[in-house]
């Protein structure tokens, strides 16, 4: 999540609505904790921002 002052990964996060997330996450990562900060990342905001699973199931999305 890179630097605390300009962070665009962690600005897009708070106007998805991830603020907490955002903030815990650019936490693990400014102290060195690249698994703890990934494993921060919410599985619902994974799903909004990726395509995953099968290709019937992302035509219904």
Known sequence: MGA???NSYNE???R???ADA???I???F???HKEQAAAAVP???AREL???GSEAALRRR
């Open 4 to 6: 605390k002052g300009n």
């Open 12 to 14: 897009l996060m708070i």
């Open 16 to 18: 998805y609505g991830y």
């Open 22 to 24: 955002a903030a815990r």
């Open 26 to 28: 650019q936490e693990h």
């Open 30 to 32: 400014l102290a060195g």
């Open 43 to 45: 599985d619902q905001l």
């Open 50 to 52: 990726s395509l995953i």
